[in-house]
């Protein structure tokens, strides 16, 4: 993948949760719940984009 590619998923993923976060009224709790998930997310998508993490596509839950 491409260095320019992560760089503008990062700066979409963070406008976007930026956006949420000053204009969709939640309870404070909610969005550092939701701040968290992005956050985890993202860096499992960095890991995966730049090898370290194998691909997510093998992992499987139950049977």
Known sequence: M?????VIGLIVV???L???N???PMDSKIK???NAVVVICV???LL???GVLGSLSSF???K
């Not at 491409?2 to 992560?6: A, D, Q, R, S, T």
């Open 2 to 6: 491409p260095l320019i590619n992560v």
């Open 14 to 16: 963070g406008v976007l």
């Open 18 to 20: 930026s956006l949420v």
């Open 22 to 24: 000053n204009y969709i």
């Open 32 to 34: 550092s719940i939701l």
């Open 43 to 45: 860096v499992l998508w």
């Open 48 to 50: 995966q984009a730049f």
């Open 60 to 62: 499987r839950v139950g």
